[in-house]
């Protein structure tokens, strides 16, 4: 039996910063019928000819309105500030769109991309690549089974000394975005919950340790009918990068990047390893779903992993965050006024 | 003679006692602060204050120039490899000269004085021994003297074993072995002096030789003021986040350890430097790489290094008269109250374990996104 060969797609990639080089292009320019008809966009001469020249793309431009009418599809890698604006532009062209997360930066925002995705038929995808994590998918399956009972609690720990190649310093410091690890990592975890719950929690308290600038590390309290949970995200240290979910039956927990196994604990106490299966077997192998993923739902040949839709409840959980954000007690910075005080 | 209408440009500004040095300026009232980095990564601690902050390579003399642009005074953290060292030391003098800057703070080390013991005061010789780092933040010294020949006012410290919030080598990294149950040299291989210095204490150090006219063209010690041994500094380490004190016992075992452990040291760090990626990329994709890396990785951050055992067994300290007597510096925090803070800096970081229930999943490697 042969297949015939898929529709050539005309994808453009805006944004040529880190996730596009390392994540994006190298995917899209590994799809025979893709690879051939890349276009790349970046407001940055030097970087946009670099990345032309990487993966061989066929067209390249700096504005990315000029290539709106020319792509079937636009993968948006701007950096998260500019999110909103870039995805709107291509979807009220009709065209489909893969959003870096998070989607937008605020729920006005992301809920008008989600309109004009609906009003226009068009697909709307958010690349919040947790729900293609193994352990990640295991954990739904178990709730969703009923085995867990009612979830109790639900804890997720995410935290690594932040080394991303940024290209630009928009995050931080003075005349910076003031959103720091809660937006960035914040968008993965928020929607695990929401993903695993099949609902948006409430807030009941969120800390961070922003002083006028970013947050480095933030702790999001929050609960629901019957149980209680916490996020706590770093970009400062390393935390476990592990996840428990603790029902009345039972209760798991697994690295959050594990791809071998998670681990069950029945309410009695008896613990076991279960092997996963998973069909996305390595971090490496997670961009080709992905983009698989992606180009499939244009095709109209599957539905989007992610639909924007899905993640609204969690910027809404990110948004109230930050409305209402408390300073960690931190005493080894509050003496700053003492130490100055005894120098000067 | 703190600069009030002009900013104060740190170097380094992403590193340990660069990020310290912005929180404290940051803080204090009407000082401007404009940090540099290397790379926007490294910004993350810093970024937190609603400072500038400047990308800026030490070595580009150009950079270094467009960074220094309306600037009243330098605090140089910055350091990396020795051509970085040098050549960036090299390229801020120089740029401050021209820039006429009131005052550049030369951050140097304890280390310039070499493997030398006894009581150290800042006229005794600097002594290069052929480790790389020392005798690049002596040539760096060196050129700061020939830029206060030249009318720039250098004020250069040296400070000694800083500890605290952030400090990789004497906090982090001795807590995590300890919390891991990790060994170090027995008793009798500990009783070398410890020259602890709080942080702080040398960030107040820094602000004094930016106020002080007294302070250009000297070179100061930084130090605490208690002599305690490496042992003392370690059992009270331990006691201060939770541990009981350690065990001194069988140290010619932990030497042979130490001795056994160090081949594959220095291997798996030659290794790391010239294959990172392809070693990475292996680490990515297999579990088994990733159990094996990690045990390999855990038993040398458990085991004390031969260095260790070097700087453990040294009888060297450094008065602080001279910075004393001109700077009017003296330390504000005792061992007891740097470890107090440095405890608590550790527990909010997860260093000493979660503060909720604790959890059993898989600990994993670092998330690529």
Same mark, same amino acid.
């Given at each position: 039996?042969?297949?015939?060969?898929?529709? /050539?797609?005309?994808?453009?990639?805006?944004?040529?910063?880190?996730?596009?080089?390392?994540?994006?292009?190298?995917?899209?320019?590994?799809?025979?019928?893709?690879?051939?008809?890349?276009?790349?966009?970046?407001?940055?001469?030097?970087?946009?000819?670099?990345?032309?020249?990487?993966?061989?793309?066929?067209?390249?431009?700096?504005?990315?309105?000029?290539?709106?009418?020319?792509?079937?599809?636009?993968?948006?890698?701007?950096?998260?500030?500019?999110?909103?604006?870039?995805?709107?532009?291509?979807?009220?062209?009709?065209?489909?769109?893969?959003?870096?997360?998070?989607?937008?930066?605020?729920?006005?925002?992301?809920?008008?991309?989600?309109?004009?995705?609906?009003?226009?038929?068009?697909?709307?995808?958010?690349?919040?690549?947790?729900?293609?994590?193994?352990?990640?998918?295991?954990?739904?399956?178990?709730?969703?089974?009923?085995?867990?009972?009612?979830?109790?609690?639900?804890?997720?720990?995410?935290?690594?000394?932040?080394?991303?190649?940024?290209?630009?310093?928009?995050?931080?410091?003075?005349?910076?975005?003031?959103?720091?690890?809660?937006?960035?990592?914040?968008?993965?975890?928020?929607?695990?919950?929401?993903?695993?719950?099949?609902?948006?929690?409430?807030?009941?308290?969120?800390?961070?340790?922003?002083?006028?600038?970013?947050?480095?590390?933030?702790?999001?309290?929050?609960?629901?009918?019957?149980?209680?949970?916490?996020?706590?995200?770093?970009?400062?240290?390393?935390?476990?990068?592990?996840? *428990?979910?603790?029902?009345?039956?039972?209760?798991?927990?697994?690295?959050?990047?594990?791809?071998?196994?998670?681990?069950?604990?029945?309410?009695?106490?008896?613990? *076991?390893?279960?092997?996963?299966? /998973?069909?996305?077997?390595?971090?490496?192998?997670?961009?080709?779903?992905?983009?698989?993923?992606?180009?499939?739902?244009?095709?109209?040949?599957?539905?989007?992993?992610?639909?924007?839709?899905?993640?609204?409840?969690?910027?809404?959980?990110?948004?109230?965050?930050?409305?209402?954000?408390?300073?960690?007690?931190?005493?080894?910075?509050?003496?700053?006024?003492?130490?100055?005080?005894?120098?000067? | 003679?703190?600069?009030?209408?002009?900013?104060?440009?740190?170097?380094?500004?992403?590193?340990?006692?660069?990020?310290?040095?912005?929180?404290?300026?940051?803080?204090?009232?009407?000082?401007?602060?404009?940090?540099?980095?290397?790379?926007?990564?490294?910004?993350?601690?810093?970024?937190?204050?609603?400072?500038?902050?400047?990308?800026?390579?030490?070595?580009?003399?150009?950079?270094?120039?467009?960074?220094?642009?309306?600037?009243?005074?330098?605090?140089?953290?910055?350091?990396?490899?020795?051509?970085?060292?040098?050549?960036?030391?090299?390229?801020?003098?120089?740029?401050?000269?021209?820039? *006429?800057?009131?005052?550049?703070?030369?951050?140097?080390?304890?280390?310039?004085?070499?493997?030398?013991?006894?009581?150290?005061?800042?006229?005794?010789?600097?002594?290069?021994?052929?480790?790389?780092?020392?005798?690049?933040?002596?040539?760096?010294?060196?050129?700061?003297?020939?830029?206060?020949?030249?009318?720039?006012?250098?004020?250069?410290?040296?400070?000694?074993?800083?500890?605290? /919030?952030?400090?990789?080598?004497?906090?982090?990294?001795?807590?995590?072995?300890?919390?891991?149950?990790?060994?170090?040299?027995?008793?009798?291989?500990?009783?070398?002096?410890?020259?602890?210095?709080?942080?702080?204490?040398?960030?107040?150090?820094?602000?004094?030789?930016?106020?002080?006219?007294?302070?250009?063209?000297?070179?100061?010690?930084?130090?605490?003021?208690?002599?305690?041994?490496?042992?003392?500094?370690?059992?009270?380490?331990?006691?201060?986040?939770?541990?009981?004190?350690?065990?001194?016992?069988? /140290?010619?075992?932990?030497?042979?350890?130490?001795?056994?452990?160090?081949?594959?040291?220095?291997?798996?760090?030659?290794?790391?430097?010239?294959?990172?990626?392809?070693?990475?990329?292996?680490?990515?994709?297999?579990?088994?790489?990733?159990?094996?890396?990690?045990?390999?990785?855990?038993?040398?951050?458990?085991?004390?290094?031969?260095?260790?055992?070097?700087?453990?067994?040294?009888?060297?300290?450094?008065?602080?008269?001279?910075?004393?007597?001109?700077?009017?510096?003296?330390?504000?925090?005792?061992?007891?109250?740097?470890?107090?803070?440095?405890?608590?800096?550790?527990?909010?970081?997860?260093?000493?374990?979660?503060?909720?229930?604790?959890?059993?999943?898989?600990?994993?490697?670092?998330?690529?996104?």
């Amino acid at each position: 039996m042969t297949h015939a060969p898929p529709v /050539p797609l005309r994808i453009a990639v805006v944004g040529c910063g880190a996730i596009a080089r390392s994540f994006h292009l190298p995917a899209l320019a590994s799809i025979r019928g893709v690879a051939d008809h890349l276009t790349v966009v970046d407001r940055d001469p030097g970087r946009v000819a670099a990345a032309e020249r990487e993966f061989r793309a066929s067209r390249a431009a700096t504005d990315h309105r000029d290539v709106i009418h020319e792509a079937d599809a636009a993968i948006v890698a701007v950096p998260q500030e500019f999110h909103a604006e870039v995805a709107m532009d291509f979807l009220r062209a009709g065209v489909p769109v893969l959003c870096e997360k998070p989607l937008a930066t605020t729920l006005e925002h992301a809920s008008a991309l989600v309109a004009a995705a609906d009003a226009g038929g068009t697909v709307l995808a958010v690349n919040n690549t947790r729900r293609f994590y193994p352990a990640v998918r295991a954990a739904r399956e178990w709730i969703q089974s009923g085995r867990l009972g009612p979830i109790r609690r639900v804890e997720i720990h995410e935290g690594a000394s932040f080394n991303w190649p940024l290209a630009g310093g928009s995050t931080f410091g003075r005349g910076g975005t003031g959103k720091g690890v809660l937006q960035d990592v914040g968008a993965h975890a928020l929607d695990m919950v929401c993903w695993w719950l099949g609902e948006r929690p409430r807030i009941t308290r969120y800390l961070d340790d922003a002083m006028g600038g970013s947050e480095a590390v933030a702790r999001v309290e929050f609960a629901g009918d019957g149980y209680a949970g916490v996020v706590h995200l770093s970009w400062l240290s390393r935390l476990p990068n592990a996840f *428990r979910l603790e029902g009345q039956q039972g209760t798991v927990e697994g690295g959050i990047l594990a791809w071998d196994a998670i681990r069950l604990t029945a309410a009695g106490g008896r613990s *076991r390893r279960l092997r996963l299966r /998973p069909e996305v077997r390595s971090f490496p192998q997670v961009k080709d779903h992905v983009i698989a993923n992606f180009l499939g739902a244009v095709r109209g040949e599957c539905r989007p992993a992610v639909p924007g839709r899905e993640v609204l409840p969690s910027i809404a959980m990110i948004e109230e965050c930050y409305g209402r954000r408390e300073r960690f007690p931190m005493p080894w910075l509050d003496i700053v006024r003492e130490t100055s005080d005894v120098a000067l | 003679m703190l600069p009030s209408d002009q900013p104060i440009l740190v170097t380094g500004a992403g590193g340990f006692i660069g990020g310290r040095v912005v929180e404290v300026l940051h803080g204090l009232r009407g000082t401007s602060v404009r940090a540099s980095v290397r790379r926007w990564s490294s910004a993350v601690r810093i970024g937190r204050l609603p400072v500038e902050i400047v990308l800026c390579d030490m070595t580009d003399p150009r950079q270094v120039r467009s960074a220094m642009e309306g600037i009243g005074a330098v605090v140089h953290c910055a350091y990396g490899d020795p051509h970085a060292t040098v050549e960036g030391t090299r390229a801020v003098l120089q740029a401050a000269l021209e820039a *006429r800057v009131d005052r550049v703070v030369h951050l140097s080390t304890m280390e310039v004085y070499g493997e030398v013991e006894g009581d150290l005061l800042e006229d005794a010789p600097l002594r290069s021994t052929g480790w790389p780092y020392r005798d690049s933040k002596i040539e760096a010294e060196l050129l700061c003297r020939r830029y206060v020949d030249r009318g720039l006012p250098v004020s250069i410290l040296r400070p000694t074993i800083v500890y605290g /919030p952030f400090s990789r080598d004497w906090t982090v990294g001795f807590a995590e072995r300890l919390v891991a149950g990790g060994t170090f040299p027995g008793r009798a291989d500990c009783q070398g002096t410890c020259n602890l210095l709080y942080v702080d204490d040398l960030v107040a150090a820094i602000v004094l030789a930016l106020d002080r006219n007294e302070a250009a063209g000297d070179a100061f010690n930084v130090n605490g003021e208690e002599r305690l041994t490496w042992w003392q500094y370690l059992n009270d380490l331990s006691r201060a986040i939770g541990l009981p004190s350690l065990n001194g016992g069988h /140290p010619l075992a932990r030497r042979v350890r130490a001795a056994a452990l160090a081949p594959v040291r220095a291997t798996a760090r030659r290794v790391l430097a010239r294959y990172r990626e392809p070693i990475m990329a292996v680490y990515q994709r297999s579990p088994v790489a990733q159990r094996l890396m990690r045990s390999v990785e855990g038993a040398i951050r458990r085991t004390p290094s031969t260095v260790e055992y070097r700087l453990f067994r040294r009888n060297v300290f450094l008065p602080v008269d001279r910075a004393r007597g001109l700077l009017g510096y003296g330390s504000q925090f005792p061992v007891s109250r740097g470890l107090a803070l440095s405890a608590s800096w550790l527990r909010h970081h997860g260093f000493l374990g979660l503060p909720e229930p604790p959890m059993v999943g898989p600990r994993t490697g670092e998330d690529p996104l």
